[in-house]
């Protein structure tokens, strides 16, 4: 069974720049989690998506945020327009079910450079 | 406000010792924690998890300790091979509301040392 995948995995853009990070769960997944981890800091959460809906992006540092998920499979993370700050590695995780122990499972990251 | 810390940022160890990490949380709420173990260039990978009615669960060559009294986690990791070289991080699962997002600490580097 394949993992779940993110593409690109490695971005390096201009400030101002606009850039989209995609997000493949593990197939069957209904949960769909992103979180970043910005230079020497921990990984935090961004926004949970439950299929198609935005079940919780309280993690969602400001409006240049956009993620998606229409039809509920793949989801996509734009940044526009692109800050020094936003500079990081950016995960995805998949779950199959919000149960008590819930596993999330973790794609190998973007790693987002903004000059 | 909630967080999850670590006390120890780099641990070197010698091949074939035991290996132990450890995690301050401060959410005396939290009820399930979580290890990952991340190597270069990949995601976060799943270890081992515990929940808040547990002091110790085990797995294979590993074992986490939960003490909730002074709200501490543990990765305990025996006969440590140059494969457990990675950052660990432990996190809290911030159970209870509408969404199970993971709480996440700095991360511990393991660094064996053959």
């Known amino acids: 069974e394949a993992g779940v995948t993110q593409f690109p995995s490695h971005s390096v853009i201009e400030k101002g720049q606009t850039v989209t990070l995609r997000c493949d769960p593990i197939?069957?997944?209904?949960?769909l989690y992103w979180y970043r981890r910005v230079m020497g800091k921990e990984i935090k959460f961004l926004l949970h998506?439950?299929?198609?809906?935005?079940?919780?992006e309280s993690g969602m540092p400001n409006n240049r945020f956009l993620a998606e998920r229409t039809g509920g499979t793949y989801s996509t993370l734009k940044v526009q327009p692109a800050e020094l700050e936003d500079s990081g590695v950016y995960f995805c995780?998949?779950?199959?079910?919000?149960?008590?122990?819930?596993?999330?499972?973790f794609g190998p990251g973007t790693r987002l450079l903004v000059l | 406000g909630e967080s999850v810390g670590l006390h120890l940022p780099t641990l070197s160890v010698q091949e074939g010792d035991n290996s132990i990490i450890n995690c301050a949380y401060s959410?005396?709420?939290?009820?399930?924690f979580i290890w990952y173990k991340q190597e270069s260039g990949k995601g976060p990978q799943f270890i081992i998890d515990?929940?808040?009615?547990?002091d110790k669960r085990q797995g294979q060559r590993v074992t986490v300790l939960l003490n909730k009294t002074v709200k501490h986690l543990s990765l305990q990791i025996a006969a440590t091979q140059p494969g457990d070289s990675a950052v660990y991080f432990c996190?809290?699962?911030?159970?209870?509301?509408?969404?199970?997002?993971?709480?996440f600490g700095t991360g511990t580097l393991l660094a064996v040392q053959p």
């Open positions: 995780a998949s779950s199959l079910e919000r149960g008590y122990q819930e596993t999330q499972y």
């Open positions: 197939s069957g997944h209904d949960n």
């Open positions: 998506f439950v299929k198609e809906s935005k079940q919780d």
């Open positions: 959410n005396s709420a939290s009820d399930y």
């Open positions: 515990i929940r808040s009615n547990m």
């Open positions: 996190a809290e699962k911030n159970y209870g509301g509408a969404t199970n997002k993971l709480i």
